[in-house]
């Protein structure tokens, strides 16, 4: 007996939290226990090129999400494109408050941290892709129709991010690998027409 078989659709949401926390959360946790081991009378210091900055217990956490959520950013966007757009309806009052508010979370931060979470519901649609294109599956033609729309939108922003203007391509550039991966990943779901009709060989006797 098989055992059951488990759902890339409901696989892949948490491979890609697991991913996240790898990137992101783990090493803002440690950065933050090493300034918890360096402290000197509830401050903590650390050094940017000639300039040593002294931290106060307070700001131990924020300064090491910010940091590490700086450094991970085109990562964390490229491998969740689809939550900027899922996530519009938060993101764009919160990024509006940051710039009218500086602190010391940035709208860097801010989508490093919930990008992830807003592309989920993204990642288990491509795990519907993923599993109709590996078990030839017909999908629901409403399944693949949006599947195509989301191909082809991310093939649009891949050519518009080579077709924009020199000053704006170079900070599009960094988001191109995001627009190819998910013009792949949805490409699954248009390739399940080609894969659904062509007939399996079936061995008998």
């Known amino acids: ?30 950065m933050y226990g090493r300034f918890y ?7 903590a210091s650390t050094r940017s090129g000639q300039f040593e900055l002294i931290l106060p217990r307070d700001r131990w956490l924020e300064f ?12 964390i966007v490229n491998l969740n494109l689809p939550g900027a757009l899922i996530g519009a309806p938060l993101s764009v009052p919160a990024a509006s408050y940051f710039r009218t508010h500086p602190s010391g979370f940035s709208v860097q931060t801010w989508h490093t941290v919930t990008m992830p979470f807003f592309c989920l519901p993204a990642w288990w649609f491509v795990g519907l892709g993923m599993e109709g294109a590996l078990t030839r599956k017909r999908l629901h033609w409403a399944l693949r129709s949006v599947g195509l729309i989301f191909c082809c939108a991310c093939v649009v922003l891949a050519i518009g991010i080579l077709t924009s203007t020199p000053a704006d391509r170079s900070d599009l550039l960094p988001f191109m690998p995001g627009a190819i991966f998910w013009a792949v990943a949805f490409g699954l779901f248009p390739l399940n027409w080609i894969l659904a009709a062509r007939p399996r060989t079936n061995i008998d006797g």
């Not at 055992?3 to 946790?29: C, D, K, M, N, Y």
């Open 64 to 75: 090491s999400l910010v940091t590490v959520c700086e450094r991970r950013f085109h990562t």
């Open 1 to 30: 007996m098989n055992p059951q078989r488990i759902s890339l659709a409901f696989l892949l949401p948490i491979a890609e939290l697991a991913l996240w926390s790898v990137l992101v959360l783990i090493p803002t946790l440690l």
């Open 37 to 43: 081991s360096l402290q000197k009378h509830e401050n």
